[in-house]
């Protein structure tokens, strides 16, 4: 009888018309190292070759399939863990207990409930860790963008005194010309012709 040597993997979105598959399994033969043609989805696929698998050729007690580094609990028992994996692996004789063989193929391996804690641990402080750094970057640019608009309204308050004073200039010296020349005309009425020295000061001319 043929099996199939099926693989599956991660699908890196590399096209837009792919996008809405990206980070799902996508299942079928490997057709090159990192690539997997998957049947039902009519196409070939990017995959992350970290995530890459084989088909174990069993299925479960509810008929899902076995893929490679699967975790599956034996026997009801959460604390009864095994991992499926591919490579060599002792035959001991069940009597004795010793090591009669070797052989290559798939089996399980027993995963100590402790270790997978341990794991659980390690990826839960990556997460942790991964979110910490999330919230500084965040706390930065906020920073930063506060730093950057505080500039701004300064520059803001800066040149619109700047503008405010030239204006208030110009005003002055318009008045103080209108203010003299308003004065120098009350003062020619009251006592003829006479010249103006500054806003408040008046001279009589010389010859009246």
């Not at 890459?52 to 399939?65: A, F, M, P, Q, S």
């Not at 798939?106 to 910490?132: F, G, M």
């Amino acid at each position: 009888m043929n099996r199939e040597i099926l693989f599956r993997g991660k699908h890196i979105h590399a096209m837009d018309s792919n996008e809405h598959l990206n980070g799902t399994w996508v299942h079928g033969y490997l057709s090159d190292k990192d690539y997997i043609y998957d049947k039902s989805l009519e196409g070939e696929f990017l995959v992350d070759e970290n995530t890459i698998c084989r088909y174990v050729n069993l299925t479960d007690l509810k008929g899902e399939e076995i893929w490679e580094n699967d975790i599956l609990m034996c026997h009801g028992n959460p604390d009864d863990l095994v991992k499926a994996v591919f490579g060599e692996f002792n035959v001991i004789e069940v009597e004795s207990e010793e090591v009669i063989d070797s052989v290559i193929g798939w089996h399980y391996e027993v995963i100590p409930t402790d270790e997978l804690s341990k794991c659980d641990n390690r990826v839960t402080a990556l997460q942790e860790k991964q979110q910490a750094e999330a919230e500084q970057q965040k706390i930065k640019v906020q920073t930063e963008t506060k730093k950057i608009k505080a500039e701004a309204d300064a520059q803001i308050k800066i040149t619109e005194a700047q503008a405010e004073a030239e204006s208030n200039r110009v005003i002055s010296e318009s008045l103080s010309q209108n203010l003299i020349d308003f004065t120098t005309a009350k003062a020619r009425l009251k006592h003829g012709w006479i010249t103006s020295q500054g806003v408040s000061t008046v001279v009589k001319d010389a010859g009246n």
